[in-house]
């Protein structure tokens, strides 16, 4: 059975730093690409980062782009987003998903329960 | 302000066939596959539709796709109380992002 477990969610302050991972099992996890996507609190989904399954392609929002890094080590099963210079809008549940595929695409078959971060003085 | 244009709310009658819009631009659902998502409250989302039509195994066949130029719809036949949830469409966007609708809420009356 595929899941996936988010972690490293909390209260943080603004301007300050959250490393989230994500816990994979039930699959060949080096074989597909992965991914983040957030949810304000009463608000709608957004894309976060996506990472290849060899890690060859990582993209990116702009609105988290050069704050946050996506990361993977396929060796423990695991999928990473770094968030650094937190802003009250990057509060949210962030949420794992897997792709259907080793490339990126927007297909996400399996998703985690998701984690919540709240930043906030 | 999302990318991708969905209605905030539809409704049905346990039966009856909605249909859910998506329309996006040339850069997005013009030239990239659509999917969409299914969210019922307090859960993850989950895949609905993949490739514009494509349904993923376990998903019942009263759920269908289809795209045309720039827009997309999601077809509901058969409405179940069970379908009340939130559904989200997304595209690749040829600026290197994944773009989301902002979310149609399903209500079944």
């Known amino acids: 059975e595929v899941q996936l477990v988010e972690s490293g969610g909390g209260l943080v302050k603004p301007g300050g730093s959250l490393r989230l991972s994500c816990a994979a099992s039930?699959?060949?996890?080096?074989?597909?690409?992965m991914n983040w996507v957030r949810q304000a609190p009463g608000k709608g989904l957004e894309w976060v980062s996506s990472?290849?399954?060899?890690?060859?392609?990582?993209y990116y929002a702009d609105s988290v782009k050069g704050r946050f890094t996506i990361s993977r080590d396929n060796a423990k099963n695991s999928l990473y987003l770094q968030m650094n210079s937190l802003r009250a809008e990057d509060t949210a549940v962030y949420y794992c998903?897997?792709?259907?595929?080793?490339?990126?695409?927007?297909?996400?078959?399996?998703w985690g329960q998701g984690t919540l971060v709240t930043v906030s003085s | 302000q999302s990318v991708l244009t969905q209605p905030p709310s539809a409704s049905g009658t346990p039966g009856q066939r909605v249909t859910i819009s998506c329309s996006g631009s040339s850069s997005n659902i013009g030239s990239n596959a659509v999917n969409w998502y299914q969210q019922l409250p307090g859960t993850a989302p989950k895949l609905l539709i993949y490739?514009?039509?494509q349904r993923p195994s376990g998903v019942p066949d009263r759920f269908s796709g289809s795209k045309s130029g720039t827009s997309a719809s999601l077809a509901i036949s058969g409405l179940q109380s069970e379908d009340e949830a939130d559904y989200y469409c997304a595209a690749w966007d040829d600026s290197l992002d994944v773009v989301f609708g902002g979310g149609t809420k399903l209500t079944v009356l």
């Open positions: 490739s514009n039509n």
């Open positions: 990472i290849s399954s060899s890690n060859s392609y990582i």
């Open positions: 998903a897997r792709d259907r595929t080793a490339m990126v695409t927007s297909v996400w078959d399996y």
């Open positions: 039930g699959f060949t996890f080096s074989s597909y690409s």
